[in-house]
């Protein structure tokens, strides 16, 4: 059984690009969670998508959105980068919304100079 | 809204000794509770977590924690800690396991 994978594991970009994430959900998971992570803090929650829809979202600006595909997979997109927005970037993934355990990505490490 | 605090930042401890990692939450409603610990340059694995039942949970790699709601806490605990323990542990709390919200973290670290 593959685990929850991210792509890609590291990413440079300047202040004012876009930049793309994925993760792929472990077999079987419908819904996927993403976070940030910046250094030396613990998680922030941003949104979860749940078989293709916003599932709930965190005190992120619009400039982070999502998509889910129909094979669970998702990604996650950062419009106009901002200094702050180097963090790591970890998704999860679980069976379901609710008392599901979620297993987490290796996240991907963006650098924002 | 719910949030979570780690009431220790870093946490040294000498090898076969006991530990207790600290966690207190704060909510208005029901909550799960969770532990995760974090390997340099890993994503979170999940230690344990409580969701309803027992108050007192057992996780892996012999970890354990034991939820108070009076006192609103859900203390970490080992007997007998290892070198490889050694790493960042998140308390986390969730309505609902999607909105989960988790502490700054402690850095556990073992001595040999």
């Known amino acids: 059984e593959t685990g929850v994978t991210q792509s890609p594991t590291h990413l440079i970009k300047t202040r004012g690009q876009q930049v793309t994430l994925r993760c792929s959900s472990q077999?079987?998971?419908?819904?996927v969670s993403w976070y940030q992570q910046a250094l030396g803090q613990g998680p922030q929650f941003i949104f979860q998508?749940?078989?293709?829809?916003?599932?709930g979202r965190g005190n992120f600006p619009p400039r982070f959105s999502g998509l889910q595909f129909p094979n669970y997979s998702s990604e996650l997109n950062v419009n106009a980068l901002e200094l702050d927005d180097s963090a790591l970037y970890l998704c999860?993934?679980?069976?379901?919304?609710?008392?599901?355990?979620?297993?987490f990505g290796p996240g991907t490490r963006l650098t924002v100079t | 809204a719910q949030s979570v605090t780690q009431l220790d930042s870093q946490v040294p401890v000498f090898e076969e000794a006991p530990v207790e990692l600290r966690c207190n939450y704060s909510?208005?409603?029901?909550?799960?509770l969770f532990w995760y610990v974090q390997y340099p340059n890993q994503g979170l694995q999940l230690l344990l977590k409580?969701?309803?039942?027992?108050?007192l949970v057992k996780g892996i790699n012999g970890f354990e924690a034991e939820f108070n709601k009076s006192q609103t806490s859900f203390h970490l605990r080992k007997p007998s800690v290892h070198i490889s323990d050694t790493a960042e542990y998140f308390c986390?709390?969730?309505?609902?396991?999607?909105?989960?919200?988790f502490g700054a973290g402690t850095r556990l670290t073992v001595k040999p």
């Open positions: 999860a993934s679980s069976l379901g919304t609710g008392r599901y355990e979620q297993y």
């Open positions: 998508y749940y078989r293709e829809e916003e599932n």
């Open positions: 077999s079987g998971h419908n819904t």
């Open positions: 909510s208005s409603v029901s909550v799960y």
């Open positions: 986390a709390v969730s309505p609902n396991n999607n909105d989960m919200r």
């Open positions: 409580y969701l309803s039942g027992s108050t």
